[in-house]
């Protein structure tokens, strides 16, 4: 009998013979039995499966006790540890031997079992691989995918900048070519050949409205100009009022290089009888309850009855509203029947100055904004008492 040791020390009534196994093996497993049931099964379960058949040998003992397992549950268990009983024998001494061969139709499905669970195996295992190779490609798209992003972001702002550019350098080339209209239609009012050269100014007044400005000093005929800011327009209102024959431009300045450089043009354009550069530096001042830079008073003080003010600076940059001041700090040194010029009126800070002198000091917008796109000033009038002398302009 098979007892319930390990595979590897089988007793001696284990035999093996030389039959060719038809699927698995050629041994034989010979199982001596006294005919306990529960002995088979744990024999069959441990050691049959390797082998091509099996001999179970019931003693006769089991069937005189009792003991010995009928044919119907011996099948079973054979069955279910894949073997069908062949052959049934009862030898001299009245030992019953069952031999019983491996199922083909069992061998064959474990066959395939066994190879069905290594393709599974083979193929979990490709499938690992190409997860984790996937996974490679995917962080690498991404990675690719946020690079592509940001280049396409850079792009687009470089786009907008160039865009902006050339937008912006086409509205340069659009006013330098109308200031050169403007500039020759202003020659036309001078009798004399004026230099402009060397000159470099960053925000020089626009072409319509110098010429604007020329026409109505010629037609007007103010005494006394002040103008807060130097630059070009400078030169060519002194020359209007060198051609008027009456009249002096006061020209205030705070930065040093511009100062220097009109005062250039001033002296070689023989000038000097109808311009004076002012040196201003801005300080601070206050108007209500806001601060201010604006031109200090010792560069104004002795100047009065001015008739026309012309306003284009101090710069932008010195604050918001930088322009506001002009007006309340020179209020009472304009003359009762004045003029107001303020420069770059096409801007926010500007258009909010305008309307502040307009409710605060009484001034009267002549025109909001001229119908002429190219024009960027804006007139206000301004009385005491009297008939005003800045009527509406007509173009």
Request: overall charge negative; proline content about 5%; charged content about 25%.
């Amino acid at each position: 009998m098979i007892n319930e040791e390990p595979v590897q020390s089988l007793p001696s009534t284990v035999l093996l013979d030389d039959e060719d196994g038809q699927l698995f093996s050629d041994r034989r497993l010979i199982i001596n039995s006294p005919g306990q049931e529960l002995p088979i099964l744990r024999a069959l379960a441990a050691h049959a499966a390797p082998f091509a058949s099996v001999e179970l040998r019931l003693h006769p003992l089991a069937e005189a006790t009792g003991t010995s397992p009928d044919e119907f549950n011996l099948s079973n268990v054979l069955d279910n540890a894949g073997y069908r009983i062949s052959e049934r024998s009862t030898n001299p001494s009245g030992t019953i031997s069952y031999y019983a061969r491996r199922s083909t139709r069992h061998s064959a499905l474990a066959k395939s079992l066994t190879e069905l669970e290594s393709r599974i195996a083979t193929t979990e295992t490709t499938i690992v691989a190409e997860q984790h190779h996937n996974r490679e490609k995917l962080d690498k798209l991404t990675a690719g995918q946020q690079r592509l992003d940001t280049t396409q972001e850079y792009l687009a702002r470089q786009s907008r900048v160039i865009r902006d550019g050339v937008e912006t350098s086409i509205g340069h080339l659009r006013r330098q070519f109308y200031n050169v209209q403007t500039a020759l239609e202003i020659s036309k009012l001078s009798e004399q050949p004026i230099s402009l050269q060397p000159y470099n100014e960053a925000w020089p007044m626009a072409g319509a409205d110098l010429l604007e400005l020329m026409t109505y000093i010629l037609d007007r005929r103010p005494h006394t100009i002040l103008e807060c800011g130097s630059g070009m327009s400078t030169v060519w209102i002194g020359l209007a009022l060198k051609q008027l024959g009456r009249g002096r431009l006061y020209s205030l300045e705070h930065d040093d290089h511009f100062l220097a450089q009109t005062q250039h043009l001033i002296e070689i354009n023989g000038l000097t009888d109808q311009v004076s550069i002012n040196r201003a530096p801005l300080d601070d001042v206050s108007v209500g309850d806001q601060d201010f830079e604006w031109y200090a008073v010792d560069g104004w003080q002795e100047i009065s009855d001015i008739e026309l003010l012309i306003v284009d600076g101090p710069p932008q940059s010195t604050g918001k509203l930088a322009r506001f001041p002009a007006v309340p700090m020179l209020l009472d040194r304009l003359a009762d029947r004045a003029t107001v010029v303020l420069d770059d009126a096409d801007r926010p800070d500007e258009q909010e100055i305008g309307r502040a002198w307009s409710e605060q000091y009484g001034l009267d917008n002549i025109r909001e904004r001229t119908a002429v796109k190219q024009h960027r000033s804006q007139y206000f009038k301004f009385q005491r008492g009297g008939d005003p002398i800045g009527e509406e302009l007509e173009r």
